[in-house]
Nanobody, 124 residues
Framework: QVQLVESGGGLVQAGDSLRLSCVAS????????MGWFRQAPGKERKMVAA????????GYADSVKGRFTISRDNAKNTVYLQMNSLKFEDTAVYYC?????????????????WGQGTQVTVSS
């Protein structure tokens, strides 16, 4: 089992950047595929970015391609989401998640562990 704690959210203006971090407890972080999801008010949760166990492969939602970058540091048990050129429509609660399924996992039902979320608000 793994526990996930996100940080780095906040209130920014359109065009600004933020970096989210997610620290995982336990010694088996390297065995989990990781993902970032977001949920805006009144909308369903959606995948933002995902990364495999080694960090060699990543995947992104079309809406964030070219602006967001997911990465991981297995020595620090941490996964990051660098968000550049933020837009108003990026406003949401962002969740970090861990999956036992190998590869770049884009389906939320395959993630067994979830953080509590961090709020990102982009003012236009």
């Amino acid at each position: 089992q793994v526990q996930l704690v996100e940080s780095g959210g906040g209130l920014v203006q359109a065009g600004d950047s933020l970096r989210l971090s997610c620290v995982a407890s336990g010694r088996t972080f390297v065995s989990y595929s990781m993902g970032w999801f977001r949920q805006a008010p009144g909308k369903e949760r959606k995948m933002v970015a995902a990364i495999n166990t080694s960090g060699s492969s990543t995947g992104y939602a079309d809406s964030v391609k070219g602006r967001f970058t997911i990465s991981r540091d297995n020595a620090k048990n941490t996964v990051y989401l660098q968000m550049n050129s933020l837009k108003f429509e990026d406003t949401a609660v962002y969740y970090c998640a861990a999956s036992n399924t190998p590869g770049v996992v884009t389906t939320d039902r395959l993630y067994a562990y979830w953080g509590q979320g961090t709020q990102v608000t982009v003012s236009s």
